[in-house]
Structure formats: C-alpha cells, structure tokens
T-cell receptor, first 116, second 111 residues
C-alpha cells in the first residue's frame, strides 16, 4: 500500500473556526491532491500541488487554502468553517508518467469533518 | 468541458450473475482512463489504467475495456466481496493532466 496518512481521521468543529487537515506521504510523489466526497456529487477536486510551493485551484476551491512546504506534506485549511464544508476529505498522490501525464492516484484513508 | 458519466448509478446482482458497468467520457484527447474501487469508509483503490481504444486489462473477476467513447468494467461471476463503489476517471491531453472523475457505480452482490 502506498504510504499516505491523513490526520485527523475524524473532527467535529463549530462554524467559524479554522480547521487544518494534514496529508503526509512517504512515496516522494510529485503530485498531491485534496478532494471532498459528498453523496450525489462524487469526488470533487479542491486544490492540488505539482511540487513544493506549487499549487493550483480545483473546481471547488472557495473557502479553502493549501500549503506545501515539503514534498511529503500537503495541508488543507478551512479559514472559517461552514456547515456546507461538512464532508469526507481525501488526499491523493500521483507521479508523473513517462508520457508526461499523471499516473494513477493513490488515496489516503480520508478525514470525516463535521461542522456544526 | 471534460465530462465522465457512469451508469448505472447502482446495480444489484446475485452471486454468479455477470454484468458490466459503463463509463462514458467526453474529453479532448484521452491520455488515460482509470478504474478505482472504493469500499465504504475507505479511500479509492486503483484497479486499472487503459490508454488506447481496444486495450483490455484483467484482474481476477474484473476486465476493463476501452473504446473511443467509453469504457466498460465487466464483472464475471461476481462474489459478495466484489460489492463496492467503482469509479472511473479520465485524463485529457493538454492542460494540467488532472483527472476528471465520474460519480461512480454502487455495486451490491447478494449471496
């Protein structure tokens, strides 16, 4: 199994509080991603990183920020949590393939976040 | 806009009853089509990558095939342990090479 951990695994917080989720990999993969998964919507990309300090927005980035100061760590921050951000969050990693596009992704175990 | 559509949304089978899941994609120049399996409460797990029309890959009771417009995941003589949600994703040429995911097919295999 790919070495990906997420912390915390479960979190309950209140509206308006800041929350940071951590993704840690031991695979030295270049690409890291944050997704949220909600019933009826599937996996939706929040932000991704293509190297240390190199990040870009996904389709649902509003209200989220990310940082990657080391290859192995990718942090997702909810600046002021809202109830609409209650979801399951997955981190994923991938490497760049020989043809230049990204190889398959390996996913972490997920973080279940509840915002009251 | 790149789109990936999976059907059906849910599928119930009896053990041993073979069937297929569909993944239709509309992307500008397919570079790779991926299949994943997701068990409840866990992250998706990679199954297959397909690169070009006509390509097939197999793993135990699963076989993935690819045409120019869609991919199929064939499940032969399924067992209850094959119950899971199956996701497909496509990467298009150009741009950021970020995969576009379908919403998945939830498969339940009854003993």
């Amino acid at each position: 199994d790919a070495g990906i951990t997420q912390s915390p695994r479960h979190k309950v917080t209140e509206t308006g509080t800041p929350v940071t989720l951590r993704c840690h990999q031991t695979e030295n993969h270049r690409y890291m991603y944050w997704y949220r998964q909600d019933p009826g919507h599937g996996l939706r990309l929040i932000h991704y990183s293509y190297g240390v300090k190199d990040t870009d927005k996904g389709e649902v980035s509003d209200g989220y920020s990310v940082s990657r100061s080391k290859t192995e760590d990718f942090l997702l921050t909810l600046e002021s949590a809202t109830s609409s951000q209650t979801s399951v969050y997955f981190c994923a990693i991938s490497e760049e393939g020989l043809a230049g596009f990204n190889n398959e992704q390996f996913f972490g175990p997920g973080t279940r976040l509840t915002v009251l | 806009e790149d789109q990936v559509t999976q059907s059906p949304e849910a599928l119930r089978l009896q053990e041993g009853e073979s069937s297929s899941l569909n993944c239709s994609y509309t992307v500008s120049g397919l570079r790779g089509l991926f299949w994943y399996r997701q068990d409840p409460g866990k992250g998706p797990e990679f199954l297959f990558t397909l690169y070009s029309a006509g390509e097939e890959k197999e793993k135990e009771r699963l076989k993935a095939t690819l045409t120019k417009k869609e991919s199929f995941l064939h499940i032969t003589a399924p067992k209850p342990e094959d119950s899971a949600t199956y996701l497909c994703a496509a990467i298009a040429s150009g741009g950021s090479y970020i995969p576009t995911f379908g919403r998945g097919t939830s498969l339940i295999v009854h003993p």
